[in-house]
């Protein structure tokens, strides 16, 4: 099965600066997707940003961008001009292709804003 | 469109007793999932419904847990007897795509937050 790893535990970033949270990942499959997932403090999981295998372009959302390097299986986010309304939980979240496209995720970031 | 939705948001029941989620996907959504979150952790997979048939169930202790989507729509999580490692939250989500189609985003719900004692 695949893992997923976020060896991050807690981030702290000033307000207005950038942050990254990394993220790894085991698989033997050459195509799948991956995503980033905020949990702020309601517990509802929002889609940040999400990223195809195949792909060599690093995908962007506004202030959120993620480092793609699939040789490396890494897959970083990168939070540009920081808000405090991005304080949350962050989860990577690996989906695989194969049959049942089961969704893999890792055990989050927490990620403090600081005023 | 409405969100997924579950109830109840919170439920507090004494070990050895019975509890029962419900989940009502977005609609026109293929695919059901159930996670059990444990506080710190991140969402384990319980069991994965495309319409009313299972995906996956590998990781649902089926000694205790069971789960169902009669009519390929809403879905209800049952255990029986509950024990206290049961504590979490438990979430729901949902993608359009039928299995294939591994691009579609999951929508969640804001899941239930299992306390038993």
């Known amino acids: 099965a695949q893992t997923v790893t976020q060896s991050q535990p807690e981030m702290s970033v000033q307000e207005a600066e950038t942050v990254t949270l990394s993220c790894t990942y085991d698989t033997s499959e050459s195509d799948y997707y991956l995503f980033w997932y905020k949990q702020p403090p309601s517990r509802q999981m929002i889609l940040v940003i999400r990223?195809?295998?195949?792909?060599?372009q690093n995908a962007t959302e506004n202030r959120f961008s993620v480092n793609f390097q699939k040789a490396a299986k890494s897959f970083s986010l990168k939070i540009s001009d920081s808000q405090l309304g991005d304080a949350a939980m962050y989860f990577c979240a690996y989906r695989t292709m194969n049959t049942g496209n089961q969704f893999y995720f890792g055990t989050g970031t927490s990620l403090t804003v600081i005023p | 469109e409405a969100g997924v939705a579950q109830s109840p948001r919170y439920k507090i029941i004494e070990k050895r007793q019975s509890v029962a989620f419900w989940c009502n996907p977005i609609?026109?959504?293929?695919?059901l999932y159930w996670y059990q979150q444990i506080l710190g952790q991140g969402p384990k997979l319980l069991i994965q419904?495309?319409?009313?048939?299972?995906?996956?169930d590998s990781q649902l202790p089926k000694d205790r847990f069971s789960a169902e989507r009669l009519k390929g729509v809403d879905s209800t999580l049952k255990i029986q007897p509950a024990k206290l490692e049961d504590s979490a939250v438990y979430l729901c989500?949902?993608?359009?795509?039928?299995?294939?189609?591994?691009?579609?985003?999951?929508?969640f719900g804001p899941g239930t937050r299992l306390t038993v004692l």
């Open positions: 989500a949902s993608t359009k795509s039928p299995t294939g189609l591994a691009y579609n985003e999951q929508f």
């Open positions: 609609s026109g959504h293929a695919t």
């Open positions: 419904f495309q319409n009313n048939g299972v995906v996956d």
């Open positions: 990223q195809e295998a195949y792909k060599q």
